[in-house]
């Protein structure tokens, strides 16, 4: 059932580290969201990469939540599954690069364990090949996935009452999420 979006305080929310191949899926999708897409005020778009902790108060700022990430779900690399609300928790990052790394699941619990976690999660996670391959692009069958995924994401806002609309013109260099030559253009597409 469509909700107001006038009364929601929504984040979009990218995260991974592109460093590790399909470990950066969560950030490409969210960089590319953001490219073709124009949001409402209410809509906060979010390259959050490996910030960990950092993120709580951002998520203490929004009711509703979309996150892009890599999720070892044990399925065929390339596949693409949504999650919500209570399930959200419990498939929340692929892999951890270090023991300093904060996954996911204690940034949705510290958020809760200050009374400010979203009222509505949604995990948009793509089912990774390679995690190992440092500096390495996304490989096809996920990198193939962010188109559907962000037609998922705008599923989900159209669910929630907000209208997204298709950018008319690219974006500014200034006004992208990602920038010195990290973008997923002039990174991933760069020559061997």
Not at 31 to 53: K, M, S, W
Not at 88 to 95: D, E, I, L, Q, S
Request: aromatic share 6%; hydrophobic share 40%; glycine share 8%.
């Amino acid at each position: 059932m469509p909700t107001s979006s006038q009364d929601n305080r929504i984040l979009v929310l990218g995260i991974g580290n592109i460093l590790w191949a399909d470990e950066g899926f969560g950030v490409r999708a969210v960089e590319e969201f953001h490219r073709r897409y124009a949001v409402p005020d209410n809509v906060t778009i979010l390259d959050g990469g490996t910030q960990g902790l950092y993120l709580v108060n951002y998520l203490e700022e929004a009711d509703r939540l979309i996150v892009f990430d890599a999720i070892d779900y044990g399925l065929e690399p390339g596949r693409l599954k949504l999650v919500r609300d209570d399930e959200v928790p419990r498939f929340t990052g692929a892999k951890k690069m270090s023991l300093h790394q904060t996954g996911f699941q204690e940034v949705i619990s510290a958020a809760d364990l200050l009374g400010r976690c979203p009222k509505h999660l949604v995990l948009i996670g793509c089912q990774p090949l390679d995690l190992e391959d440092w500096g390495g692009p996304l490989t096809p069958p996920v990198r193939d996935q962010i188109a559907p995924s962000i037609d998922l994401a705008c599923q989900v806002l159209a669910e929630w009452g907000v209208t997204v609309s298709r950018r008319s013109a690219p974006l500014a260099e200034s006004e992208r999420l990602l920038a010195n030559d990290i973008d997923h253009a002039n990174y991933e597409m760069r020559p061997a």
